[in-house]
């Protein structure tokens, strides 16, 4: 569906603009919500509506690479959305505020095995960062590039329902 490529290129306004323009043609007072020829016919609206989401959170999940990222494109100075993953699920939380970020990434169910994570804020100075799992301080290497900021862990680490991985960088 083209609402999602736009939000994947920086075009917010006009994805959401057409997302929204999609649901209301079909909203199910009219006619079946099941049907947007726009996304793919029958039976697709679910996924696309899904990619729209995950385009929103900047959502990026590599199993085989223990790899985890968001970009949010919406409020990304203060954005919460839930995430899944291979073998589990759980909410990613961030704050931005002078030059610095905190970010939760919480498993509700599962478990998430996690080797990198990457972010993204605004351009600065900011290139350190400390990770923390419950009370345990996990070793982690800074790079940045632009907006992104990629963290790999010293070693790869498991996530269980209940833990929280609390991100700082400044």
């Known amino acids: 569906c083209s609402s999602?490529?736009?939000?994947?290129e920086g075009m917010l306004t006009?994805?959401?603009a057409i997302t929204r323009a999609i649901h209301d043609r079909y909203h199910p007072s009219r006619r079946n919500p099941w049907n947007e020829v726009e996304c793919g016919d029958h039976y697709a609206r679910s996924m696309a509506s899904y990619g729209v989401f995950l385009a929103a959170c900047g959502f990026e999940?590599?199993?085989?690479?223990?790899?985890?990222?968001f970009a949010p494109r919406l409020t990304p100075?203060?954005?919460?959305?839930?995430?899944t993953n291979a073998e589990g699920w759980g909410t990613f939380a961030q704050q931005q505020e002078n030059g610095s970020l905190r970010a939760?990434?919480?498993l509700r169910w599962g478990k998430l095995k996690l080797?990198?994570?990457?972010?993204e804020m605004a351009p600065g100075a900011a290139n350190s960062a400390s990770v923390s799992l419950g009370t345990r301080a996990v070793?982690?290497?800074v790079s940045r590039e632009g907006r992104r900021i990629s963290l790999t862990l010293g070693k790869p680490i498991e996530i269980a329902a209940g833990?929280?991985?609390i991100i700082r960088v400044s």
Request: net charge negative; charged share 25%; glycine share 8%.
């Open 4 to 8: 999602d490529l736009m939000l994947w």
């Open 14 to 16: 006009e994805g959401l």
């Open 61 to 69: 999940y590599h199993g085989p690479k223990q790899h985890l990222g």
């Open 77 to 83: 100075e203060n954005f919460k959305a839930a995430f």
């Open 104 to 106: 939760e990434v919480r």
């Open 115 to 119: 080797r990198t994570l990457s972010l």
């Open 139 to 141: 070793p982690v290497h």
């Open 163 to 165: 833990d929280s991985l």
